[in-house]
């Protein structure tokens, strides 16, 4: 039950018959009660709607049919009104079904689950925030986001928290992450400002300390950003992580010399919805009878990661919802072969890899230039050998990139090779097309087709939309003014590759990184 202002029971009884009116006022010993709370979580989703793929049938397999049954039998063991339900965002993202619905698919499967509240993640902006804001209204998803706010106005973006009772009265506040802007397509966020999360905290509590009993923290700050911030705001009771996708078997809890807790329960439940995370809250109250306040405190606490596995049943109105969806992709099948691959198809982010090089080839190649330059991060999962799937690229290749071509000066493509090459084992490390680079002791040398760099010399490269706005920290990039769309998507020129070739043979790597 979502509620703006809850007003706390009036500090008397009341008795009434049909003759008289009795009030009688609070002992005036202070006065206690217990309360026990479920909260049930998930974080960073990635349009996992389906179960994941694999043989080995003991591990978890995640999906919502299954979610959703394990999500209503807690319900009914507890009893409805004791269970909150959050997210810790990253709702879109990762899946074929996902991006071929922009989200529509994942929106639609948790309002069937009835989330109480989700904040918002950077991948919740990858289809742009005109999506972003239909999907929201269109499933009534309760996106929450204290730190998030239009530039000029400072107004928020989307609702800053939800307060809802379930026994006790409860804020849900809702933490962005600060490096938004960093991490999705910078149009995706253009008007938005992504404040630092520590004042929002701070401002709110003191809106929020009479009408709320205890704080929950949606976090998408990452589990070290979580313990940082905990230190910072001990006011919360408990904080639920997302981002840096951390299974949390047990949670991160700073306690007193006597046992107390410290500050809040820090806990992540993976991603990819293969676990549901349970946190069985006490909850104690006590009324001070000068005052007539109740101050209430976490007394116990009990917490388990429930796999979602094949033994778990599945709901019939998910599977339902799921195949309606699916019915809607008959021009683009999900199970239709692009290739067949022999060998281990996978990624890197500390060098050459088939899949960057192929990809980074099939750019410079349909964009006509002289180089090409693609993050690692764009790519989300490796392949082992067999029968490539339009499914299959998407969990690959999740991102709608389009190529765009720069005519950028040597000197500022050395400066993002220089970079890259500190970003060794990072995302934001560069798959290359039409260069060689060598560390050669303190020199680095660059090879742009057979020629040396020249920092003079004006070069045409073909970047993602993600790098050509500055994204994964290449500033570089974003100063650059001569600059074209393609409207050619990364994606479908991989697809092309692939069903052009038919037959991949993955142990052909050129070697175009030499570094230690």
């Known amino acids: 039950m979502f509620i703006s202002v809850h007003r706390w029971l009036k500090p008397f009884f009341v008795v009434c018959s049909s003759s008289f009116l009795l009030v009688f006022p609070w002992p005036s010993i202070s006065t206690a009660r217990e309360v026990q709370l479920t909260i049930l979580f998930t974080n960073d989703h990635h349009g996992q709607v389906d179960p994941i793929h694999g043989s080995d049938t003991s591990k978890p397999v995640g999906g919502v049919t299954r979610r959703m049954a394990l999500i209503e039998k807690i319900r009914q063991e507890v009893g409805p009104k004791n269970v909150l339900l959050v997210d810790g965002g990253d709702l879109f993202t990762g899946t074929a079904l996902s991006g071929l619905t922009n989200g529509e698919v994942d929106c639609a499967a948790y309002q069937l689950m009835k989330y109480n509240a989700i904040v918002l993640g950077n991948h919740d902006f990858d289809y742009g925030k005109k999506v972003l804001l239909e999907n929201r209204k269109k499933y009534q998803i309760p996106w929450v986001s204290a730190n998030t706010v239009v530039r000029g106005n400072s107004q928020n973006f989307v609702r800053p928290y939800v307060l809802a009772y379930a026994g006790v009265r409860v804020g849900m506040i809702g933490f962005s992450n600060p490096d938004t802007p960093g991490l999705t397509k910078r149009e995706n966020v253009s008007g938005l400002v992504f404040n630092p999360p520590g004042a929002s905290a701070k401002g ?40 840096s996708h951390t299974i949390l078997f047990e949670p991160i809890v700073e306690k007193k010399a006597d046992g107390s807790l410290a500050g809040p329960i820090i806990t992540q439940a993976g991603s990819r919805g293969l676990y549901l995370g349970r946190l069985d809250l006490t909850v104690k109250g006590v009324r001070d009878p000068k005052t007539k306040k109740e101050d209430y405190s976490v007394e116990d606490y009990r917490y388990k990661l429930i796999p979602i596995n094949q033994d778990l049943p599945e709901d019939p109105k998910m599977v339902e919802l799921l195949q309606r969806f699916k019915n809607r992709l008959k021009s683009k099948p999900l199970d239709e072969v692009l290739a067949t691959v022999f060998g281990d198809l996978g990624r890197s982010n500390q060098g050459d890899s088939f899949l960057g090089e192929m990809t980074a080839d099939a750019i410079r190649k349909a964009a006509g230039t002289e180089i090409a330059l693609l993050n690692s991060g764009s790519f989300r999962t490796d392949f082992k050998s067999g029968d490539l799937t339009r499914e299959i690229l998407y969990e690959i290749f999740p991102f709608d990139d389009e190529v765009v071509t720069l005519d950028v000066p040597g000197s500022y493509l050395r400066k993002a090779i220089e970079a890259s090459e500190l970003k060794k084992g990072q995302g934001g490390f560069l798959q290359v097309s039409g260069l060689k680079i060598e560390r050669s002791g303190e020199e680095l040398k660059i090879l742009a087709g057979n020629e040396p760099l020249r920092d003079r010399q004006k070069y045409l490269v073909a970047v993602n939309d993600f790098l050509a706005g500055g994204g994964d920290g290449y500033d570089v990039f974003r100063r650059v003014k001569a600059r074209r769309k393609t409207q050619r998507m990364v994606r479908e020129l991989l697809e092309s590759t692939l069903k052009e070739k038919q037959k991949i043979t993955t142990d052909n790597i050129e070697k175009r990184w030499n570094i230690p």
Do not use: P, T
């Not at 709110?204 to 313990?227: E, N, P, Q, T, Y």
């Open 204 to 243: 709110l509590h003191s809106i929020l300390k009479k009408d709320a009993d205890i704080f929950i923290a949606l976090s998408h700050l990452g589990v070290d950003g979580d313990k940082r911030f905990a230190k910072d705001n001990n006011f919360l009771d408990v904080i639920i992580g997302g981002h």
